[in-house]
């Protein structure tokens, strides 16, 4: 059998296709960074359920919030009703509930988040807050 010679293949440039790939890939890279990197600022907010309970003898507003602005009104409950009240915006370690009767403050508590818990997140309005 003969040797054979063969000649080294010259260098040729990628193909348009292998550069299309590598292209996919990079852009594919690029989504799973920005993907990765938003994820926490994509995560919805914690919520929580609360039951109110309101025994007074007129209708409260209940506003929470961590102790600084803004408030969030969570439900306006008329005398004497519980109701559920669902999603609320979860404020934190330390919640400020703000009783309102026609707009007009009667009522504030600090209430610590570790005592909403044991109380399972059920709020009764205080004695004595009915305007």
Partial sequence: MPPTITRPM???APTR???AVAG???AGVAA???AVGAGPVLDPPATVDFVV???SAAAVTVVVSDGSPPELPIA???PGEERPVQEVLDQGETWTVTYRIAGEVVGEETVARADLERQGFRLRVPEG???
């Fill in 10 to 12: 010259p260098h040729q």
């Fill in 17 to 19: 296709q292998g550069r």
């Fill in 24 to 26: 996919w890939v990079a």
């Fill in 76 to 78: 306006t409950i008329d």
């Fill in 53 to 55: 309970v309101n025994p």
């Fill in 32 to 34: 799973l960074a920005v």
């Fill in 129 to 131: 807050v009915d305007g």
